[in-house]
C-alpha cells in the first residue's frame, strides 16, 4: 500500500459497536486516518469540524438512517465519497440510495477485505485529487506572491517620502491602499492569516496617520519599516512555504498601541522588548522573533527584509509622489522579459540562416529585380532584428532609483548604530540602466556607502571640533555620458590618509616595506580594493571586515567598468563608477570556424589577429607546439590540445596542422594563445545560449549558438580556453 | 423484500468497471537488446524519429551530442549507454529515435534504436526494485514477459 499519507480522514458510521470496531480495525494502514461514530447526527457534527474525504456508514442506524445522512453529507460536502453498508434492502431504497449521491453500496454483512479495497481506491484517488489540487493552489499563491511583491516593491520609498513631506496626503493614501489590497488578497489564502493580521493593524496605523491623529517623524518612520519588514518577511515565508511560528500578536498588539497614540517609546526598543520575552529566540535584525515550529530554531536568522524582495519586477514608470491609479504602464515580471529576449534571439537566429540563404539563392541565375528585392528583404529583416534589440534593452532598463532604494535604510541604520548624524543625498536616480548592471550596482556600491558613512563621515563630536556642520552628507549622482553610465559618490567626511592605509597595509602583508617607501599617494589609496584589507580597527556590523571594496571592484570590473577613488585628508572622498553601455545582451558578434568537424564559435571581442598557419614560425617548447606573436611565444594548436592534454609533453600533442590552416590569436586578460583552425567560414551575430545542466562545465567553450533549425556550434570561451592552455 | 439481485448485480459490476479502471500508469515501451524498457509518459515531452544530433566537441560518457528542438538546445543521451548495455560510440545520428523527456527541472533527449507503444499497467503491479542507484525502479511482469520501468530523474 502507499507510503504516502493523506492528511483527510475516512469517517466509519455504524451502531453496532462491535462491527463498527471491526471495520475501523480493518481499515487501518492506509495511509488516512480513522474516525468512527455510532449515529449519523454525531457524523454529521464531526464532519462540519473534520476535513473527512470518505465515508462509510451503515444504513439502518438509530434516528437518521443512512441514505438521509448521505443526503444531508452530500449537500454540505458533495465531493466526500459515500459507500453504504446494507443487510437489507429493495429496489426502491437503492434507487433513492443513489438519488441520494451515494458512490457505492455494500452488502452486510460484508467481507471486510472487499471494503478496504474500496476505502483503498478512494483514498488512491483522493490522493490524485490532492496532489492536483495542490498544483492549483501553487499557481494562485505565485500570483499572490506576485502581486505582494509588486505591492511592497516601493514600499519603504513612499514611507521615507511619508518623513520627507509629511503633509502630502496622496503618500499615505498610496500606502493606505497598498496595506488595504495586501490584506485583502491575503485573506483569501488558507495559511496567509498572519499577514493579513499584521497589515490590518498596519492599516489601522496608517489610518491614524492619514486622520491626523499622528504625525510622521523620524520615530514613527522607523515604526513604519519595522512594519514592513514583518510584512515582507511573512510573504516570504508564505511564498517559500516557511512554516514558522511567531509570536506576532505583541507585535500587533504594539502596532496597535501606536495607532492609539499610547506608545512613545522609539520603536526599537519596543522591538528589542519582543526579544527579550522569547525564549530561545535569537533578536533578527530589528527584533522580530521567528522559532521554527516545532523544534527549537536552528535557522533563526533571516535576511534583511531588502535583500529578500528585490527588484523582480520592473517598473515602468516610478514616481514616488505618484498615486498607484496615475501609473501609466504595465509592470513585466523579468522572467517575461526574459523570455521575449530570447524569442527575439530566435529571429536573429532565423535571420542568419535567411542570409545563409539568401547567398545561395542569389548565386543562382534570377532576373535582377528579384535579386534586388531579395537583397532589399534582407536589408529589412537586418534592421527590424537590430531595432527589436535595441528596442528590449530599452524595455529591460531600470531606474537606478529602483537599484539604490535600500540606500536610504542603510545610511539611517549604520548612522544610527555609529551614532553619527548623516544625510543622503540622490541625484540622477531616474537614469535607467539594464536590470543586470542595477543588480550589480544594488548589491556592490551598499559596500562603499556602508564604508562612507563607517570610514568617511565623523561623529558630530569631532565634526563641530573640526568646525564642520554636525551632520555629514553623502550625495550618489548618476548620469551618461555617451556610451557610458558614470556614478559618483561623495561624503564630506574625514578623507584618507595614505601613509595610514600604507601602514594597514604592511601590517596585513599586503605590500612590502620597499613598496610602500615607493609608493604615490594615489596607489596607496587603492590599496583598499584588495581583498581583506580594512583600514577599521575592529570589525562592526557596518563594515570593517575587509572585504566591501573589494567587492565593489569586482562587481564593477565584471560589467566590463572601472572605479577610481579620490580622497583629499579632511575634506572628504569619492568614488568615481564608470561602466560601459551594453548595445545588446544577446547578440555577441562571431566567427565561426571549423576544426575537427566540429563547427565553433569565437567570440571577435577575443580574436587579436587572423593568419594562415604558414605564415608563422613554430617551435616546440618543452614539448609543447608554440609560435611567435608580437615577440612572444605562446601555445599554439586547435581546441582540442588546449582542454584534453593535460600532461606536458604528452605524445598526443605532435598534431600534423595542413598548410591551409588558419591560426586565430585568442587573447584574455594580456594572455595569448594560437588557435589553429581548419578554415574560417563566415561573421556571425551568436546568440550564445548557456550549456543546459549536463554540459554547463564543458571546458573551453561557454555555450552553443543556432546556425539554422537544425546546426549548433559551440562557443568557444577565451578566459577558460586561456586559462587552460597557461595551466597545463 | 431483500434486495432484489439483478439491480444489485448491475450497479456493481458499473462499479467494479470503475474500480479497475482506477489508478493505472501509462509508459512509453522501448527495447534496448532483447529487454523492454518503460518510461513514465507523464514524464514523456515527445519523441523525434531519424533527428541528426550534434556532437559534443568534447567527449562526454553516455552524451551523444546536442539537438535543436525549436530554439531549445538540450542533450543527448544513449539510453542503451546509461544502461551499460552498449556504448555511446554506437549510436548513429540520424537513426532510431530521441525520446525527449522532462524530469521536473530539465529538459534532455535518450536516444532508442526501437521505441515499441504506449502501454497502461496497473500500479498495484509495479514492483519497487530498492536500489536508488539504479536507473530501473520498478518491474512489472506482463503475461510472464518483466518490463523494466525507468525513473529517468536519475539520469545522471
Known amino acids: 500500500?502507499?507510503?504516502?499519507?493523506?492528511?483527510?480522514?475516512?469517517?466509519?458510521?455504524?451502531?453496532?459497536?462491535?462491527?463498527?470496531?471491526?471495520?475501523?480495525?480493518?481499515?487501518?494502514?492506509?495511509?488516512?486516518?480513522?474516525?468512527?461514530?455510532?449515529?449519523?447526527?454525531?457524523?454529521?457534527?464531526?464532519?462540519?469540524?473534520?476535513?473527512?474525504?470518505?465515508?462509510?456508514?451503515?444504513?439502518?442506524?438509530?434516528?437518521?438512517?443512512?441514505?438521509?445522512?448521505?443526503?444531508?453529507?452530500?449537500?454540505e460536502s458533495p465531493r466526500i465519497k459515500f459507500v453504504i453498508l446494507t443487510g437489507y434492502a429493495d429496489k426502491q431504497t437503492v434507487l433513492d440510495g443513489f438519488r441520494a449521491g451515494i458512490d457505492d453500496l455494500l452488502e452486510k454483512p460484508q467481507d471486510l477485505s472487499r471494503l478496504r479495497e474500496k476505502a483503498?481506491?478512494?483514498?488512491?484517488?483522493?490522493?490524485?485529487?490532492?496532489?492536483?489540487?495542490?498544483?492549483?493552489?501553487?499557481?494562485?499563491?505565485?500570483?499572490?506572491?506576485?502581486?505582494?511583491?509588486?505591492?511592497?516593491?516601493?514600499?519603504?520609498?513612499?514611507?521615507?517620502?511619508?518623513?520627507?513631506?509629511?503633509?502630502?496626503?496622496?503618500?499615505?493614501?498610496?500606502?493606505?491602499?497598498?496595506?488595504?489590497?495586501?490584506?485583502?488578497?491575503?485573506?483569501?489564502?488558507?495559511?496567509?492569516?498572519?499577514?493579513?493580521?499584521?497589515?490590518?493593524?498596519?492599516?489601522?496605523?496608517?489610518?491614524?496617520?492619514?486622520?491626523?491623529?499622528?504625525?510622521?517623524?523620524q520615530v514613527l518612520t522607523h515604526v513604519l519599516l519595522q512594519g514592513a519588514d514583518v510584512i515582507k518577511s511573512l510573504v516570504s515565508d508564505f511564498e517559500a512555504s516557511r512554516n514558522r511560528s511567531v509570536n506576532l500578536q505583541p507585535f500587533v498588539e504594539a502596532l496597535n498601541r501606536w495607532t492609539e497614540g499610547q506608545v512613545d517609546l522609539p520603536a526599537t526598543s519596543e522591538m528589542r522588548s519582543l526579544a527579550a520575552a522569547t525564549p530561545q529566540a535569537e533578536k533578527i535584525d530589528d527584533g522580530i522573533i521567528w522559532v521554527n515550529d516545532p523544534a527549537p530554531i536552528t535557522e533563526a536568522k533571516i535576511k534583511p527584509p531588502e535583500m529578500q524582495l528585490g527588484s523582480f519586477v520592473q517598473p515602468l514608470k516610478v514616481d514616488p509622489a505618484a498615486s498607484d491609479d496615475e501609473e501609466d504602464g504595465l509592470l513585466v515580471t523579468i522572467d517575461k522579459l526574459n523570455s521575449f529576449m530570447e524569442l527575439s534571439g530566435e529571429l536573429v537566429v532565423l535571420k542568419n540562416a535567411y542570409h545563409a540563404t539568401i547567398k545561395q539563392v542569389l548565386k543562382c541565375d534570377l532576373p535582377s529585380e528579384q535579386k534586388q528585392r531579395l537583397e532589399e528583404m534582407n536589408q529589412s529583416l537586418d534592421k527590424i532584428s537590430e531595432q527589436i534589440q535595441g528596442q528590449i534593452m530599452e524595455i529591460r532598463k531600470v531606474q537606478l532609483r529602483?537599484?539604490?532604494?535600500?540606500?536610504?535604510?542603510?545610511?539611517?541604520?549604520?548612522?544610527?548604530?555609529?551614532?553619527?548624524?548623516?544625510?543622503?543625498?540622490?541625484?540622477?536616480?531616474?537614469?535607467?540602466?539594464?536590470?543586470?548592471?542595477?543588480?550589480?550596482?544594488?548589491s556592490s556600491l551598499v559596500h562603499a556607502v556602508r564604508n562612507s558613512v563607517d570610514h568617511g563621515i565623523e561623529s558630530p563630536e569631532i565634526r563641530i571640533a573640526k568646525n564642520k556642520p554636525e551632520s555629514g552628507v553623502i550625495r550618489i549622482h548618476s548620469s551618461q555620458v555617451g556610451e557610458q553610465v558614470h556614478i559618483t559618490i561623495d561624503d564630506d567626511g574625514a578623507g584618507m590618509d595614505p601613509d595610514h592605509i600604507k601602514r594597514k597595509a604592511l601590517e596585513k602583508g599586503l605590500i612590502t616595506k620597499d613598496m610602500a617607501f615607493l609608493m604615490p599617494a594615489q596607489e596607496a589609496i587603492e590599496l583598499i580594493f584588495l581583498p581583506d584589507f580594512s583600514t577599521a580597527e575592529k570589525v562592526t556590523n557596518v563594515s570593517g571586515r575587509g572585504v566591501g571594496m573589494d567587492v565593489v571592484r569586482t562587481e564593477i570590473n565584471k560589467l566590463g567598468g572601472s572605479c577610481v577613488i579620490e580622497s583629499t585628508l579632511g575634506i572628504g572622498t569619492r568614488l568615481k563608477v564608470v561602466i560601459p553601455v551594453p548595445k545588446t545582451l544577446l547578440v555577441e558578434n562571431t566567427l565561426l570556424a571549423e576544426s575537427g568537424g566540429h563547427q565553433i564559435v569565437v567570440p571577435l571581442v577575443s580574436i587579436s589577429k587572423i593568419t594562415p598557419i604558414k605564415d608563422l614560425i613554430l617551435s616546440k617548447v618543452d614539448g609543447r607546439m608554440t609560435c611567435q606573436h608580437d615577440g612572444m611565444t605562446i601555445p599554439l594548436g586547435d581546441y582540442r590540445s588546449f582542454i584534453e592534454i593535460p600532461l606536458r609533453g604528452s605524445t598526443k600533442e605532435k598534431i600534423d596542422f595542413s598548410p591551409e590552416s588558419l591560426v586565430l590569436i585568442v587573447t584574455h586578460k594580456g594572455h595569448s594563445l594560437a588557435l589553429v583552425v581548419d578554415k574560417v567560414v563566415d561573421q556571425l551575430e551568436a546568440v550564445v545560449r548557456p550549456f543546459d545542466n549536463v554540459v554547463e562545465k564543458l571546458l573551453g567553450f561557454k555555450g552553443t549558438s543556432l546556425l539554422d533549425s537544425e546546426h549548433v556550434a559551440f562557443v568557444l570561451d577565451a578566459e577558460s580556453l586561456v586559462g587552460a592552455a597557461y595551466a597545463a | 423484500?431483500?434486495?432484489?439481485?439483478?439491480?444489485?448485480?448491475?450497479?456493481?459490476?458499473?462499479?467494479?468497471?470503475?474500480?479497475?479502471?482506477?489508478?493505472?500508469?501509462?509508459?512509453?515501451?522501448?527495447?534496448?537488446?532483447?529487454?523492454?524498457?518503460?518510461?513514465?509518459?507523464?514524464?514523456?515531452?515527445?519523441?523525434?524519429?531519424?533527428?541528426?544530433?550534434?556532437?559534443?566537441?568534447?567527449?562526454?560518457?553516455?552524451?551523444?551530442?546536442?539537438?535543436?528542438?525549436?530554439?531549445?538546445?538540450?542533450?543527448?543521451?544513449?539510453?542503451?549507454?546509461?544502461?551499460?548495455?552498449?556504448?555511446?560510440?554506437?549510436?548513429?545520428?540520424?537513426?532510431?529515435?530521441?525520446?525527449?523527456?522532462?524530469?521536473?527541472?530539465?529538459?534532455?533527449?535518450?536516444?532508442?534504436?526501437?521505441?515499441?507503444?504506449?502501454?497502461?499497467?496497473?500500479?498495484?503491479?509495479?514492483?519497487?526494485?530498492?536500489?536508488?542507484?539504479?536507473?530501473?525502479?520498478?518491474?512489472?511482469?506482463?503475461?510472464?514477459?518483466?518490463?523494466?520501468?525507468m525513473d529517468i530523474k536519475r539520469v545522471a
Open chain 1, 1 to 75: 500500500m502507499t507510503t504516502m499519507k493523506l492528511e483527510e480522514i475516512l469517517l466509519v458510521v455504524e451502531d453496532d459497536p462491535d462491527l463498527r470496531d471491526a471495520i475501523v480495525e480493518s481499515l487501518q494502514g492506509l495511509g488516512c486516518s480513522i474516525h468512527s461514530c455510532g449515529n449519523a447526527e454525531d457524523a454529521l457534527l464531526f464532519s462540519r469540524e473534520n476535513l473527512c474525504f470518505a465515508v462509510i456508514s451503515d444504513y439502518r442506524m438509530p434516528g437518521m438512517n443512512g441514505i438521509e445522512f448521505c443526503r444531508r453529507l452530500k449537500q
Open chain 1, 120 to 217: 483503498e481506491i478512494f483514498v488512491s484517488e483522493r490522493m490524485v485529487e490532492v496532489d492536483r489540487e495542490n498544483e492549483e493552489l501553487l499557481v494562485v499563491r505565485k500570483i499572490f506572491c506576485d502581486e505582494a511583491a509588486d505591492i511592497l516593491r516601493d514600499l519603504d520609498a513612499f514611507i521615507f517620502k511619508l518623513e520627507e513631506v509629511p503633509l502630502q496626503p496622496e503618500v499615505v493614501d498610496v500606502l493606505l491602499r497598498k496595506a488595504h489590497t495586501l490584506k485583502g488578497s491575503a485573506g483569501a489564502f488558507q495559511g496567509a492569516e498572519k499577514i493579513s493580521m499584521v497589515t490590518n493593524a498596519y492599516e489601522n496605523l496608517l489610518q491614524a496617520i492619514k486622520k491626523g491623529r499622528l504625525k510622521p517623524s
Open chain 2, 1 to 149: 423484500m431483500q434486495l432484489n439481485e439483478d439491480i444489485i448485480n448491475g450497479l456493481q459490476e458499473a462499479l467494479e468497471e470503475r474500480r479497475i479502471k482506477g489508478p493505472r500508469s501509462s509508459y512509453l515501451l522501448v527495447q534496448v537488446g532483447e529487454q523492454k524498457f518503460g518510461i513514465q509518459m507523464t514524464q514523456v515531452v515527445e519523441v523525434l524519429e531519424s533527428r541528426r544530433w550534434n556532437p559534443l566537441p568534447v567527449n562526454r560518457p553516455n552524451v551523444l551530442g546536442v539537438v535543436n528542438l525549436r530554439g531549445v538546445v538540450f542533450t543527448i543521451y544513449h539510453l542503451a549507454s546509461l544502461l551499460g548495455k552498449a556504448t555511446a560510440g554506437e549510436a548513429e545520428s540520424g537513426q532510431g529515435c530521441i525520446i525527449v523527456v522532462f524530469d521536473g527541472r530539465r529538459r534532455f533527449g535518450l536516444w532508442v534504436e526501437k521505441m515499441l507503444y504506449v502501454q497502461d499497467f496497473p500500479t498495484n503491479e509495479l514492483h519497487a526494485l530498492n536500489d536508488a542507484q539504479l536507473l530501473v525502479t520498478h518491474l512489472c511482469v506482463v503475461e510472464q514477459e518483466s518490463i523494466l520501468m
Open chain 1, 402 to 442: 529602483v537599484a539604490f532604494q535600500k540606500f536610504p535604510r542603510i545610511v539611517r541604520q549604520a548612522s544610527q548604530d555609529l551614532h553619527k548624524q548623516v544625510r543622503l543625498e540622490m541625484t540622477g536616480t531616474e537614469l535607467g540602466v539594464d536590470k543586470s548592471i542595477a543588480k550589480a550596482l544594488s
